[in-house]
């Protein structure tokens, strides 16, 4: 698998966080504190939320061979973006 850039976003709050993480939840991701791996279906993401800066770090570390982790990526901004 090729390696693809994590994805950064700035200014999340701990309540948008906070939001995330139930969201993760209620698929059956389960994020627990502010940094850490999980994995469903095969796809391993690595998630750290730094709160003094405000950023959230998301990136997939392994996808199966039948899943791009460009695909992975375009999902989780989608996502994060729906939330806020």
């Known amino acids: 698998m090729a390696q693809i850039e994590p994805l950064v976003f700035n200014g999340i709050t701990s309540q948008q966080f906070s939001k995330l993480v139930e969201k993760a939840k209620t698929a059956g991701i389960h994020l627990a504190g502010s940094g850490g791996t999980a994995s469903k279906f095969g796809v391993e993401i690595a998630w750290n939320y730094a709160a003094d800066k405000q ?10 061979f039948f899943v791009k982790p460009e695909d992975v990526h375009a999902k989780i901004q989608a996502l994060v973006k729906e939330s806020l």
């Open 55 to 64: 950023e959230l770090t998301l990136h997939c570390l392994h996808a199966p």
